[in-house]
């Protein structure tokens, strides 16, 4: 039986202006190319997210989310040149109305533009207060059971830490800028990302160290054991595009990885 249409989606009102995406580079390390790339909301002639998100309503959360979610699947599949990329869609849990209703915008996107569900990876914000912690873990179980990978990001900055993994284990932590910038030369923070990573190896979780500025922050990270990279020292933001990719170190990615499809 097909899930119930969402009524918080169903009750917000329209949207009364347009958007599109830009794209970000995940780097694995290891592997020596780019793992996937993160979609982040702009507008139309490629304004910044904020001058985006400052125009959704209350009352338009939940048909914003929905939107967001087709048009990185759509870019995606027209720009992505390997069918093994994985692709980063940020959403908010509190605009979640029931988990499996919420999904059918993203599954019917994912079959009309044939993009594979296991290469799709959904980030929560742990900047973003849970106010129900329980409906959270039944996204994330509803998520998981479609075969979606599910991220928790800006780790580290946020309102409960640890203790959010405490209560549930996401595929993948993404580590918080300010606890990554300048973590070659600052023995608090390799301290704190020394235990945090620890954790993510008891409990299974993979680590991604997001905002590398430089090859210093870079090597550290790698010298600590993350292999997943995210930041401007790779690549900024492309605005309906896929960035070419500036790697260091051993970081080489074939041409085909890192280019747009024209």
Known sequence: MSAPACPGCQ?????????????????????????GYEALVRGEAGEGAFQVLSRVSDEQKYRFDQACRVKAIELAAQLFPRPDLHLSINFLPN???????????????????????????????ESEQMTDIAHLQRIIEEYRRMGFITA????????????????????????????????????????????????????????????????????????????????????RPAFEALPPVTVGCDVAAPRDTVTAIA
């Open 152 to 235: 928790l990001d800006d780790f580290g900055a946020g309102f409960a830490g640890l203790g959010l993994l405490a209560e549930f284990q996401p595929d993948l932590i993404k580590i918080d800028m300010k606890l990554v910038r300048d973590v070659d030369r600052s023995h608090p923070r390799q301290a704190i990302l020394s235990a945090i990573l620890y954790v993510a190896r008891e409990l299974g979780i993979t680590v991604l160290a997001e905002g590398i500025e430089t090859e210093a922050e870079f090597g550290a990270l790698k010298a600590a054991g993350v292999s997943l990279f995210q930041g401007y020292y790779f690549a």
């Open 11 to 35: 009750a917000s009102r329209p949207l009364d202006f347009t958007f599109s995406m830009a794209f970000q580079p995940i780097v694995d390390s290891r592997a020596g190319r780019v793992w």
């Open 95 to 125: 605009a979640v109305y029931e988990p499996s209703a919420c999904l059918r915008a993203t599954l019917a996107a994912a079959r009309k533009y044939s993009f594979p569900l296991e290469s799709i990876m959904f980030e929560f914000t």
